[in-house]
């Protein structure tokens, strides 16, 4: 059986309103099914399928692969940009349970998968 790591985070909407409203999401990975995708799951069902290494990457300078545009946001936050023919959608995380979620996905990494750098 593959570790399936799990964890509930908290994203802020990006929209025009004064104040972004904060939604929970919950952060998957499972190394059987998807090795190296993060699933981010929004309440109503929505769903993200966001390349591990490109949140890595997205933590230090801006980045963007397909569909999604990540970036840093000062020292402390992380938005993720997501392109869908329904239009754009913009989330911003907080980084540090973000770098917490992605070390522990590398410390779980299954025996024989090529070796990674854990995120900064």
Do not use: N
């Not at 593959?2 to 909407?13: C, M, N, Q, T």
């Not at 990975?29 to 699933?39: F, K, L």
């Not at 309440?43 to 490109?54: H, K, S």
């Not at 959608?89 to 917490?100: H, S, T």
């Amino acid at each position: 059986m593959s570790p399936v790591i799990k964890e509930h985070a908290r994203a802020r909407l990006v929209t025009d309103a004064r104040d972004l409203p904060v939604v929970p999401v919950e952060l998957r990975y499972d190394t059987a099914t998807t090795p190296d995708t993060i699933q981010v799951a929004f309440p109503g069902g929505a769903q993200w399928a966001v390349p591990r290494d490109l949140l890595e990457r997205g933590l230090r300078a801006p980045v963007g692969h397909d569909s999604f545009r990540i970036w840093p946001c000062g020292r402390a936050q992380l938005v993720v940009e997501c392109h869908t023919a329904d239009g754009v959608e913009v989330v911003q995380f907080d980084c540090a349970p973000l770098i917490r979620f992605l070390r522990r996905t590398h410390s779980r990494t299954a025996t024989g998968a090529r070796p990674e750098a854990a995120p900064a």
